[in-house]
């Protein structure tokens, strides 16, 4: 090569490595410094958690110690209950089954007896989300989680975290792998009060640890993840199948790792916990508050785990005098009526009621059934049986707001005419229904008013199917109603076929009185822990319906109070409501407002196992109507709980026509009549405050969306001295959710 060449062949190189070089910001990110970066902060961080290892120490227990009381008290300041008594009980490894002890391994972590107690993976991530605002967040071991409830706390902070990784590795180190596990075993809070595992052993299944079985500690050691979700008593239907998930995944862990024979795996049938029982001090309608207010601030976002640690002053929205009196007018129009010691069938008999200030969403006053150490199920608050005809005023509302028109394009209004044929079939549904009137009793034109007052299931199913069951249903949970399996889109949903509680539809109607403007009933007015201080949500909401819509369904109501099926909770206000007796008569509601006050009042026929039987022949002669002890009750309640400034309100409503009660029209046809009951051995009661006025409903036939069935008769007894409400009836087959 000449001179020339290698001078090009130079200069060429040159080019190349010039082009090559970085250049700008280019040049602080080569893989050499990115690589270096890395290495450099890997150290830091070694060393940094190095030092914390040194300087945090194993702390000495203080699980019991953070156990404090919680103080309940009313809206005055009135000190309600007071509760933290640890319910715990420690007992040693020994003493519970090895089959046992390998439940609690295989639900949480299965590589326990070999890991160095630390899930470092798991802990990074629970790290990044406890940065990131996402919460809880599973992955710790059990060394992890035995540290977290016996040296430290349930906050979820970075550095209670740190602390929880330091000291995890160093009582991995010092304890043995029994020591730990017994340690968490008995530290750990399964619900219903319960910390440790003969707590829970007594509360689920009234026995000792020692005598659990493979399949119970299967159960308990499935809680551990949420257990006041995973508590079979009051789970949702969602709740119920992620326990019976997670039990089963327990099983098959024990399985998978050799501690427990496959054919024996394969004989386990899900071990259903015993009922729960109210805990001491927690008697009378004490337990059902408490209750409440807990499930209020799980649902806020406080765990049910941080309420039990204690230390908090909770405020509840009940009003003392006014509490007293719901609980006084129950015991006057019901329980002094009934016999529960010596009557079965009186003692089938349930009450529940929820009341609400309107323009605040305050839930003033509650009543969850006989008391918390007798019942522990609040009626208040469950939702397994049907609101029946109370529903339908949620119909007319999304009419209303839908600007729905009739099969023949009539926009629907208070005065707009419907058919109210019995038996009468719907038009403009794919789904057949033909539902009953009550007493088969046909009313022949009508309008939307009458039809409102005298509950006629005609007219209501016919007006389901013009603003559609899609629409219907969509206004019902804007109002605050709940979602389920029993809510199917279909023309009978018109009759009340869903499940609701007396707390849901109080809110529903509470919505109506603040002219459509949301309002979620709320039993907290405050939380407070140390320099903590719960954030809770607003009651009041969004405008949900207009308000147009709104005050024509309360200009509606105020009818059935007046001349339709509610009459007997008219008194020196003005109030609007609704009737409801559900499909067999196994619930009876009357839900209610006055411009100040909003109540939902029901019974529920309810046997000893917790079936759902009819109310016929209890509180009353034949059939226990909405209009009848429901009705009453609330207007005692409602004319003790009002001043006189309340009481003295008017309704301030904005509608685009009256609310004028049609006169009791003739029927077009003689009704028809039904088989009489069979004479019941039973002596005939007395009401003690017997009207004198006649009767306007019997017993309903239960409607079908299957025209071909023949419907199910609920034979004819003898007339309630109540007025009626029309009934509901229900689709054949529908589904009842259990509690």
């Given amino acids: 090569m000449g001179r020339a060449e290698a001078r090009q062949a130079r200069q060429r190189g040159a080019r190349r490595a010039k082009k090559a070089k970085p250049t700008g910001i280019r040049r602080f990110f080569t893989w050499r410094k990115l690589l270096g970066t890395f290495l450099g902060f890997c150290l830091l961080a070694m060393g940094a958690f190095f030092v914390i290892y040194l300087l945090v120490p194993v702390p000495s227990a203080n699980a019991q110690a953070e156990m404090q009381s919680n103080v309940y008290k009313y809206s005055n300041g009135k000190i309600l209950a007071r509760t933290g008594k640890i319910n715990r009980e420690i007992v040693g490894l020994e003493k519970i089954p090895k089959d046992v002890q390998d439940t609690f391994v295989a639900a949480e972590n299965k590589t326990f007896y070999k890991d160095s107690g630390v899930d470092f993976k798991g802990t990074a991530r629970g790290l990044m989300n406890t940065l990131t605002g996402k919460g809880k967040q599973g992955g710790s071991t059990i060394t992890q989680q035995y540290v977290k409830n016996y040296y430290l706390n349930q906050d979820q902070t970075v550095t209670r975290k740190l602390k929880e990784l330091v000291i995890s590795l160093k009582v991995d180190q010092k304890k043995d792998k029994s020591e730990i596990l017994a340690g968490y075993i008995n530290t750990s809070y399964y619900g219903r009060s319960a910390y440790g595992i003969q707590a829970a052993a007594q509360a689920y299944y009234r026995k000792d640890a020692k005598d659990l079985n493979v399949a119970e500690g299967a159960y308990l050691a499935a809680l551990l993840q949420a257990p006041s979700q995973y508590d079979l008593a009051v789970a949702t239907e969602t709740g119920k199948k992620l326990v019976t998930e997670r039990w089963n995944y327990v099983l098959d862990n024990m399985v998978e790792e050799g501690w427990l024979d496959s054919g024996k795996r394969a004989g386990l049938k899900f071990p259903k916990p015993k009922e729960p029982k109210a805990a001491p001090g927690m008697e009378g309608q004490t337990g059902y508050l408490v209750d409440a207010a807990n499930a209020e601030l799980e649902r806020q976002n406080i765990s049910e785990e941080q309420i039990k ?76 049986y049907q609101p029946a005809s109370t529903f339908k005023p949620v119909v007319l509302a999304s009419a209303l707001e839908n600007g729905a028109e009739t099969q023949d394009g009539v926009k629907i209004g208070l005065k707009t005419k419907y058919d109210g044929t019995s038996k009468r079939p719907v038009e403009g549904s794919d789904t057949p229904f033909a539902p009953e009137n009550e007493d088969d009793r046909d009313y022949g034109p009508v309008s939307v008013q009458r039809a409102t007052n005298s509950s006629i299931n005609s007219v209501f199913a016919q007006m389901i199917v013009d603003v559609t069951p899609a629409k219907a249903k969509k206004t019902a949970l804007d109002l605050g109603m709940k979602d389920g399996k029993d809510f199917p889109e279909r023309p009978a949903m018109s009759l009340g076929t869903m499940g609701a509680s007396t707390w849901d539809m109080a809110g529903v109607y509470a919505t109506f009185d603040n002219h459509g403007k949301k309002v979620t009933p709320t039993i907290v007015k405050s939380a407070e822990r140390q320099s903590t201080k719960a954030d809770l949500d607003d009651p009041i909401g969004d405008q949900k319906i207009s308000r147009e819509a709104a005050d024509t369904t309360t200009a509606a109501m105020t009818g059935v109070v007046k001349s339709g099926s509610g009459t007997n909770a008219a008194g020196d206000y003005q109030a609007a409501g609704k009737t409801g007796t559900s499909e067999n008569n196994r619930s009876a509601w009357f839900v209610g407002y006055t411009p100040e006050l909003v109540t939902a009042v029901a019974l529920f026929g309810e046997d000893p196992k917790g079936g759902q039987v009819t109310l016929t022949n209890t509180v009353n002669e034949g059939r226990a109507n909405g209009g009848g002890v429901p009705a009453k009750i609330w207007k005692q309640y409602t004319t003790g709980a009002l001043d006189d400034e309340a009481a003295s309100a008017e309704f301030d409503l904005e509608i685009a026509e009256g609310a004028t009660a049609d006169p009791d029209p003739t029927p077009t046809e003689t009704p028809s009549e039904t088989p009489s009951e069979t004479p019941s051995e039973k002596p005939t009661k007395t009401p003690k405050d017997k009207p004198t006025r006649t009767p306007t409903d019997k017993p309903t036939r239960t409607p079908t969306d299957d025209p071909t069935q023949t419907p199910t008769e609920t034979p004819t007894i003898t007339p309630p001295t109540d007025p009626g409400d029309g009934g509901p009836g229900g689709p054949n087959g529908n589904p009842v959710v259990k509690p």
């Fill in 309 to 384: 640690a204690g230390g908090w002053t909770i405020t509840l929205n009940i009003d003392e005098k006014r509490q007293k009196q719901l609980v006084k007018s129950v015991n006057k129009q019901l329980e002094e009526r009934l016999d529960r010691k010596k009557d079965k069938a009186d003692a089938t008999v349930q009450a529940g009621a929820t009341s609400v200030d309107p323009k605040t969403g305050h839930v003033v006053a509650l009543y969850g059934g006989i008391g918390a150490t007798e019942h522990w199920l609040s009626n208040a608050t469950r939702r397994d």
